[in-house]
């Protein structure tokens, strides 16, 4: 699989915008760009995911580069419920399993 | 409301009392699987199953089993815990087919074995 590469944390602001970056020089065509996120003593939760175009939702927006090498998922106005580990994943059709490898994320620390 | 449910939430052993951790989903996903998380190592995939009957290990499937027989349910058995299986498992679900999909999550059970 694909990996991805994330800084381990980083600081935001409550009610300030918040840029996570995630590097994948090696994502193929068909892979897909998935953002999860795991709150403090809770299971991971779906945020986000794209191909290509960028993305938005009730939670985030998805900005890809337009060579795919790299993304930012967006948090609008961080509020201390988004404290929590972030991991950006590749699903790639080439693995039959489709297992979610989950890195070690970056951890983001909401400043009240 | 969907959810992925697991119990216990909560589970100190001991080595080599044979334990079952419970996982059911109520959204007719065909894909189940298991995790466990540890410091520093992250979120490993235990086994996985792509539907009823059809399991598969993952990449730590030492010491575990699991059994799919109903579509709702993947139970992850310890047939005789060791220490080293003293982590915090998650199990997943979702719909199969294609790299598109939200995967969900249980709670997360925390198990001590000593």
């Known amino acids: 699989d694909a990996k991805t590469t994330q800084p381990n944390s980083m600081e935001s602001n409550e009610e300030e915008p918040v840029h996570l970056p995630c590097n994948h020089s090696?994502?193929?065509?068909?892979?897909?760009i998935h953002w999860y996120r795991q709150l403090p003593s809770q299971g991971p939760e779906y945020v986000i995911h794209g191909l290509t175009s960028n993305v938005n939702n009730r939670m985030a927006s998805l900005a890809i580069a337009e060579d795919r090498k790299s993304s930012t998922l967006i948090l609008h106005r961080a509020t201390l419920r988004d404290a929590a580990v972030y991991y950006c994943?590749?699903?790639?059709?080439?693995?039959?399993?489709?297992?979610?490898?989950f890195g070690t994320g970056t951890r983001l620390t909401v400043i009240p | 409301e969907a959810q992925v449910t697991q119990n216990p939430r909560y589970l100190i052993t001991v080595t080599g009392k044979k334990l079952t951790v419970t996982c059911s989903q109520n959204m007719n996903h065909e894909y189940m699987s298991w995790y466990r998380q540890d410091p520093g190592l992250g979120l490993r995939q235990i086994y996985y199953?792509?539907?009823?009957?059809?399991?598969d290990k993952g990449d730590v499937p030492e010491g575990y089993k699991v059994s799919r027989k109903e579509k709702r349910n993947f139970p992850l058995i310890l047939e005789s815990p060791s220490p080293n299986q003293t982590s915090l498992y998650f199990c997943?679900?979702?719909?199969?087919?294609?790299?598109?999909?939200?995967?969900?999550f249980g709670q997360g059970t925390r198990l001590t074995v000593v």
């Open positions: 199953s792509m539907n009823v009957e059809v399991t």
């Open positions: 090696t994502i193929s065509g068909t892979d897909y």
């Open positions: 994943i590749l699903r790639t059709s080439k693995t039959g399993a489709n297992n979610l490898f």
């Open positions: 997943a679900s979702r719909y199969s087919g294609g790299v598109n999909t939200e995967a969900f």
